[in-house]
Each structure stands twice: as C-alpha cells, then as structure tokens.
C-alpha cells in the first residue's frame, strides 16, 4: 500500500491557515461552525468549504465533532486551538470589525512604511471560556446564567439570568447588551465584571426589535465650548468637517458612552475645562433623558 501523506500544521499555505483560524474562533466562541459559515466567509464553494473543514479535522482531531441537530461542527471539551490565539484580546476586535481573522502574513512589518501605534491600556476582559458562554448565548439567543459584580452601592443579587444580544466596545472597556431577568429591562453588562458564565439550554424570550433604546437611534449635535476663544471654536469644527455644530446619529443606549469617549462637558453651566472638555451638548434636553447618568448639574 502506497502511505497516505497527512498534512503538517506548518505545511499548510496562508489563505488555507486563514480558514482554519477562522474554523477555530467560530467553533469556540460561538459554538458552532458550518460549511455555510466558511464557504460565505471566504467566498468559496460549498464543496471547498467541505475539504477545509475536514481538513481542520485532520489536523486537529480532537477539537471538533459534527453534531447533526446544529448541522456543524462544535468544539469538543478537549478544544485546544491550533492556528489562532484565542484570547478576548485578539477576538473581541475582530467581532468589533467584523474580520474573519486576526494575525497576518507579515504580522511585524510595516507593510506601507508607516509606523502605528496605539495607548497601551490595561485589559478589562474576563478569561476566554467566560467570554466563549457569553458570545455563544448571544449567537444562538440563549438565556445566560452570570455571577456579576456591580459597582452599585445598593445589595445586589450575585447570580442572574440574562439574555445577551451584542456586544459593546467603548474604546475602553467591554459590555455585553442584554434583557436582564431580574430588573426586566435591558442593560449594559461590563464584562470584565462577570466573574462566572454558563449559557443556559433555553431559549431566550427577548429579541433584540424589542430593545428600543438599542434599535432607535438620535442625533446628537455637538458645539464647541463656548469658553474656548473663537479661533480655537472654528479650528475644532474644522477638525470635525463641521461648520455649525456636530451632528452624529447615534443609538440611544450608547449616547452615555460617546459623550464619554468625545470627553464632552455634560454640565449644565458649562464649568469644566474647555481645554480639557472642547465640546457641548447643543441639544441637551432631546439627549438627557437617554443618558441622564453621564449629565452633571
């Protein structure tokens, strides 16, 4: 018999590695992946999609398994990635934007000559396998059990049940949207503040068309300080292609956090800074009540 040649991990070329990161993520952090996934992702036929897969199998046998109720593959409890970091580091920006892979095949140099750099911030992500239960709930619209340690001042219930829908990234930190159970309505859960995640084999009762405050968005119009002298007020609407105010259309559960990240002076004498805080709320009494939490007296 003429030996079967099995293909090495380091053998294998870079858009066929591309496709088996991707395999690795989708398997592990939502539980699933399918020939559909691939084949849409990647642009390639059903049956090319077919042999990635079973190639993934072959390289790394113990990762994944076909389970005929999801018609896919799910990751074994034995999953141990092969081709991709795995970290909420490397993934979370990737959902972020929507890319099927992270790493490059000439990660570490500067492919057009330019140096980038970004702040160095600390991580505020829970491990992998909370994040995994997290992502998972929310992809196949399950109910979540969570152990969560607000910051409240108020008691609060250490276990929940929640029903996660997307994912929201501040710039600084992590939240995951969902219906929480115990305060019926929906919420922002920073992630870094689970501290245990179980996704539940139940379905949720929540959609995300019935969070209004997530679906309806608003304008919200931004001046520059009134206190920053008018040469500095037209360079700043100049920064942002304005000639009058700022307008940015905006979800209404995220105003808080674009104030936030815009370093916005939200009271309502204008007092802080405006060196530090350049911009206003012009239109503050349409805004406010979506987002009365980051608004100072």
């Known amino acids: 018999m003429v030996p079967v040649h099995k293909v090495a991990p380091d053998d294998i070329k870079w858009n066929t590695r591309q496709r088996m990161q991707y395999i690795e993520i ?34 790394a046998p113990d990762n994944i398994i076909y389970q005929q109720s999801q018609f896919g593959f799910v990751p074994t409890a034995s999953f141990n990635a092969r081709f991709t970091d795995l970290s909420p580091q490397k993934v979370l920006p990737l959902i972020a934007a929507n890319l099927p892979i992270a790493e490059g095949p000439l990660e570490g140099e500067l492919i057009y000559g330019v140096a980038i750099e970004t702040l160095p911030l600390p991580s505020r992500l829970p491990n992998k396998a909370i994040v995994a239960q997290i992502l998972r709930a929310a992809h196949h619209h399950k109910k979540l059990r969570i152990t ?21 990234n501040t710039g600084l930190r992590w939240h995951i949207r969902a219906y929480s159970e115990e305060r ?114």
């Open 26 to 59: 989708m398997a592990y952090y939502t539980g699933v992946v399918t020939r559909s996934n691939v084949a849409r992702t990647f642009g390639i036929s059903d049956a090319a999609a077919t042999k990635d897969l079973k190639l993934y199998g072959d390289l």
């Open 148 to 168: 969560y340690n607000s910051l409240s001042d108020s008691p609060e219930i250490e276990s929940r049940i929640i029903e996660p829908h997307s994912l929201i």
């Open 184 to 297: 019926f309505d929906f919420r922002d859960f920073v992630m870094s503040r689970i501290s245990e995640a179980e996704m539940l084999d139940i379905d949720a009762e929540s959609s995300i068309e019935f969070d209004d405050e997530w679906v309806e968005r608003i304008t919200l119009k931004l001046a520059p300080h009134p206190r920053l002298d008018p040469r500095k007020q037209q360079n700043l609407l100049l920064d942002y292609g304005a000639e009058t105010l700022i307008e940015i259309e905006v979800r209404r559960a995220l105003i808080g956090y674009t104030l936030q990240k815009l370093s916005v002076d939200t009271t309502s004498d204008h007092s802080l800074n405006p060196e530090a805080y350049q911009l206003v709320v012009a239109n503050r009494d349409e805004i406010e009540p979506f987002a009365s939490w980051v608004f100072l007296s």
